[in-house]
């Protein structure tokens, strides 16, 4: 299926060992003799209850217990790469969740991450997070704006209609992780630009692989702890010649390429 082969063709950036947080039911397949600790803040018997729609389906061992958001488990510089699949979408603060990620990553470590695109998911109804409301959430707490993330989600994805304030109430009191925050990848770049500024991250994005086909719902970034030294492509650990990469819809293509463009032309695009 053309997800995994696209997700398979970028792990080609990871070696050595590091951590995968909400692996859940879908570990990434790793290049062999690369070790992955799987991190989630729920354990095992908690991850079922709460998604009884993966009942039969093996899960990645929770190794570790900790929130994205607080990682304090794992010291500083300590891992080669993290793996953060459909994982920020579900963090209150992700730019608190990429600043975990660079301080246990060592220099030259990799971060990487997929994404789901909003058009392509039960996101496609609501509307895209600007890059001023997670500045300001960063800034100034996330508990304020709890409930009305709740409501969207309940009126918009799970489309409850007249009993949305009930059905929001009762996944907040049940604390079940919605997503928060929806991007698409042109949004996700002016996103990605300003966190790093707001933050002072040093992280360089070395590949990114928007959606290639019909059914590819997501984007995936690699990015690497450290801009100080150009780091050449890895070599595909695939023994068979990589396969040529499918042309993305030209319209999806210019638009990222527009806005990387554009961010790095404003260079802060963080206005609060
Ligand atoms: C939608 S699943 C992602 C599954 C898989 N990685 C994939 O690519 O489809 C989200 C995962 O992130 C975990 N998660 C959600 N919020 C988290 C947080 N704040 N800290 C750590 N893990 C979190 C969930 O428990 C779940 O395992």
Not at 68 to 75: H, R, T, V
Not at 112 to 121: E, K
Not at 198 to 220: K, M, T
Not at 238 to 266: D, F, I, K, W, Y
Request: net charge negative; proline share 8%.
């Amino acid at each position: 299926m053309a997800v995994t082969e696209k997700r398979r063709r970028l792990t080609a950036w990871l070696e050595g060992k590091g951590i995968e947080i909400g692996a859940l039911h879908r570990p990434l397949e790793v290049p062999d003799g690369v070790r992955v600790t799987y991190v989630d803040h729920l354990p095992e018997d908690e991850l079922r209850a709460h998604y009884p729609e993966l009942a039969g389906e093996p899960l990645a061992p929770v190794e570790v217990l900790g929130s994205a958001e607080d990682l304090s488990a794992i010291g500083d510089s300590t891992q080669d790469f993290v793996i953060a699949n459909h994982l920020l979408e579900h963090l209150e603060d992700p730019i608190r969740g990429l600043s975990e990620f660079h301080r246990v990553l060592r220099p030259g470590g990799v971060l990487y991450m997929a994404l789901p695109d909003q058009r392509q998911t039960f996101d496609r109804d609501r509307e895209l997070t600007t890059v001023e409301h997670l500045v300001d959430e960063h800034r100034t707490g996330c508990e304020k704006n709890r409930w009305s993330h709740y409501l969207d989600w309940a009126r918009n994805v799970d489309k409850q209609g007249a009993g949305s304030e009930a059905h929001a109430r009762r996944l907040m009191e049940q604390g079940y992780s919605i997503h928060f925050h929806v991007w698409r990848p042109d949004t996700f770049l002016d996103f990605y630009v300003a966190a790093r500024r707001e933050a002072g991250l040093d992280f360089e994005l070395v590949s990114f692989a928007g959606p290639e086909r019909e059914d590819d719902d997501e984007f995936i970034l690699v990015l690497v702890k450290g801009t100080q030294a150009v780091r050449p492509p890895p070599r595909s650990p695939c023994a068979e010649p990589a396969a040529p990469t499918p042309p993305a819809t030209p319209s999806l293509r210019s638009r990222v390429r527009g806005a990387l463009v554009r961010a790095v032309r404003r260079g802060s695009p963080a206005q609060a």
